[in-house]
């Protein structure tokens, strides 16, 4: 699976943004997604993850109420829509996949080891 992070930007505190990860390569609805971020200096963190039907979703506290994650396997992508921003969220966005195979139908990954697949990396800056 190859991915592909896209939308970030630079946004002023309470702004939105739309994160796209678009998926080619291995059947897409095989794998559940994740979002992960990582700030200068620190390391990276969960942020959100969907299985592959789109059923199930779990977010970091820290996002919750402010972030969404959905997708449209039809056209094989994945989204994480971004709304009240804080200077805080500034990063580089990741989208990675995982087998959803791997994990029985209840458990939503959130350890980056758990993914199989990342994308290259998004930056949102947001301003204060």
């Known amino acids: 699976v190859q991915l592909q992070a896209s939308g970030g930007g630079l946004v002023q505190a309470g702004g939105s943004l739309r994160l796209s990860c678009a998926a080619s390569?291995?059947?897409?609805?095989?794998?559940?997604m994740g979002w992960f971020r990582q700030a200068p200096g620190k390391e990276r963190e969960f942020v959100a993850v969907?299985?592959?039907?789109?059923?199930?979703?779990l977010y970091a506290d820290s996002v919750k109420g402010r972030f969404t994650i959905s997708r449209d396997n039809a056209k094989r992508t994945v989204y994480l829509q971004m709304n009240s921003l804080k200077p805080e969220d500034t990063a580089v966005y990741y989208c990675?996949?995982?087998?959803?195979?791997?994990?029985?139908?209840?458990?939503?990954?959130?350890?980056?080891?758990?993914?199989?697949?990342w994308g290259q990396g998004t930056l949102v800056t947001v301003s204060s």
């Open positions: 990675a996949a995982y087998q959803a195979s791997y994990f029985s139908g209840s458990y939503l990954p959130t350890l980056g080891y758990e993914y199989d697949y």
């Open positions: 390569g291995r059947t897409f609805s095989m794998y559940g």
């Open positions: 969907i299985t592959w039907s789109g059923g199930s979703t």
